[in-house]
């Protein structure tokens, strides 16, 4: 005779259960870069004007390694300094408009503190052909000279535009990047500077969630039985 110990029963019956949830599909573009000793090969300048600049340097990052961008003022213009990713799969076809672009960042001020100088802004940016495309809405510059990780901030495709009012073109090759601009034109000297130093970029752009509804349905049909068996 068999006996069974430690039993369960799931009693019979049918369960059903309704929810709503997120559903997520694959990155379609995602660099995570602590700009390693090769991976500054792997990034391009864009600075707008032509005279600005930015540059690697090899120690003090956060560790190692790390991107130093300058915000040079100008009573005219609007200025910008930053990088383009051009390493594999650089160059992309966005195709779709309900996309999102999360951008996460590591910075410091890498000049002496001058109130008379604004901080810079800090935003990605879509560069296609000739046109800039930028959110308005950015990542304040540092104020500090210690490191500091700035939580990754959110962005809708519909967010980034040009200066230039030529839209983006979904079926044209884009490329990603990321640069510090300053507000406005200043009224201080041109070329005063606010040094910004960048690491642990990541940039993701990933279609944005939709909604589903999930129906669950559990059928307890056979009773479950758990435990040990002897004889």
């Known amino acids: 005779m068999k006996n069974i110990t430690g039993l369960s029963v799931i009693a019979v019956g049918t369960l059903f259960s309704f929810g709503v949830c997120a559903v997520h599909a694959q990155p379609l573009f995602s660099v995570i870069d602590g700009f390693g000793s090769s991976s500054p090969s792997t990034w391009s300048?864009?600075?707008t004007p032509q005279t600005q600049a930015g540059?690697?340097?090899s120690s003090g990052g956060n560790p190692g390694?790390?991107?130093a961008l300058s915000s040079t003022t100008s009573p005219t213009n609007r200025t910008a300094t930053g990088f383009l990713f051009r390493g594999l799969g650089s160059d992309i076809f966005l195709r779709r408009s309900n996309l999102q672009i999360?951008?996460?960042i590591d910075l410091r001020r890498t000049s002496p503190l001058n109130p008379d100088v604004p901080v810079p802004e800090v935003v990605p940016i879509i560069v296609q052909g000739i046109n800039v495309y930028q959110p308005a809405s950015f990542i304040p510059g540092p104020t500090s000279s210690e490191w500091t990780t700035v939580a990754p901030v959110t962005y809708d495709l519909s967010a980034f535009v040009s200066s230039s009012g030529v839209?983006?073109?979904l079926s044209q090759e884009?490329?990603?990047g990321f640069w510090i601009r300053t507000s406005g034109p200043s009224?201080?000297?041109s070329g005063t500077a606010y040094g910004v130093g960048v690491d642990n970029v990541t940039i993701t752009i990933i279609p944005a969630p939709t909604t589903g509804v999930l129906m669950?349905?559990?059928v307890l049909g056979m009773p479950r039985v758990t435990g040990r068996r002897r004889r």
């Open 45 to 47: 300048t864009i600075t």
């Open 55 to 57: 540059s690697f340097v």
């Open 65 to 67: 390694t790390y991107a």
């Open 102 to 104: 999360t951008f996460g």
């Open 167 to 169: 839209p983006l073109n």
């Open 174 to 176: 884009a490329r990603i």
């Open 187 to 189: 009224a201080l000297p």
């Open 216 to 218: 669950g349905v559990a």
